[in-house]
């Protein structure tokens, strides 16, 4: 891996505000900001689409050469597309953050999205945020940050979020989702949700969106 450009890894569970603060520091400090869940998230729109069962290992493997991701970078913002169509908005939807995470646990998806995300890094100072970043996908990166908080926080956020965007919904089940997605992005046997031993764990239960951003843009200042 090229050495010449930065790497931070930022891994945390659901609604930890990785996306949104990671963004922020991308911004600020002049990164370009790699939001790797949405390339699961395509995958898991493609299944959904196609009515194929994403407890089918089977079925999700061999869906795969059918389904190609692709980040593309527009004015410095990322886009997913999937098949050469924009899906950055449709892989947002609650039922695919649910397919996401199924899909994710099968080794084969995780082999076939590593270089991808890889290739993001060697050709640009990044920011990539996801769960495995610092610990399989780029164990070497520069800054490597674990961003956490409560559960019924976290949940709360999200809420707040899908409800602003008219998504219907309650609360009970945002948390019941983040409990349940949680549980499967850190229990499953590849690449499992797990803070790496390098990295600085940083909480943001106690803190508002300008004050994580700022938290998390010294972490990364201090070590750069
Ligand atoms: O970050 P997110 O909520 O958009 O991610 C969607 C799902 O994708 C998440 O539940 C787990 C999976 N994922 C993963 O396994 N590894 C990553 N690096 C990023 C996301």
């Keep these: 891996m090229a050495d010449t450009f930065v790497s931070v890894a930022i891994d945390g569970p659901v609604g930890a505000g990785k996306s949104s603060i990671a963004r922020n520091a991308a911004k600020k400090l002049g990164y370009i900001y790699v939001d790797t869940g949405a390339l699961y998230r395509a995958i898991g729109l493609y299944c959904h689409r196609n009515g194929i069962d994403m407890k089918d290992a089977d079925a999700v493997i061999a869906a795969l050469p059918s389904a190609r991701p692709e980040i593309r970078l527009i004015d410095g913002v990322q886009h997913i597309y999937l098949n050469a169509e924009d899906v950055s908005e449709e892989i947002r939807l609650p039922e695919i953050s649910m397919a996401a995470s199924a899909v994710s646990a099968i080794p084969a998806v995780r082999t076939a999205l590593l270089e991808l995300q890889r290739d993001m890094a060697r050709a640009n100072n990044v920011?990539?945020?996801?769960?495995?970043?610092?610990?399989?996908?780029?164990?070497?990166?520069?800054?490597?940050?674990?961003?956490?908080?409560?559960?019924?926080?976290?949940?709360?956020?999200?809420f707040d979020e899908l409800c602003a965007k008219g998504v219907q919904t309650t609360f009970e089940e945002v948390l019941s989702d983040l409990n349940t997605r949680d549980y499967n992005d850190s229990h499953r046997e590849t690449a499992p949700l797990k803070q790496a031993e390098d990295a600085v764990l940083a909480d943001t239960s106690e803190l508002d969106f300008e004050q994580s951003c700022q938290l998390i843009c010294d972490i990364i200042r201090e070590r750069v």
Excluded: S
């Design 127 to 158: 920011i990539m945020d996801g769960r495995d970043i610092g610990t399989v996908v780029l164990p070497d990166a520069t800054v490597k940050i674990f961003l956490t908080a409560k559960a019924e926080i976290r949940a709360k956020r999200r």
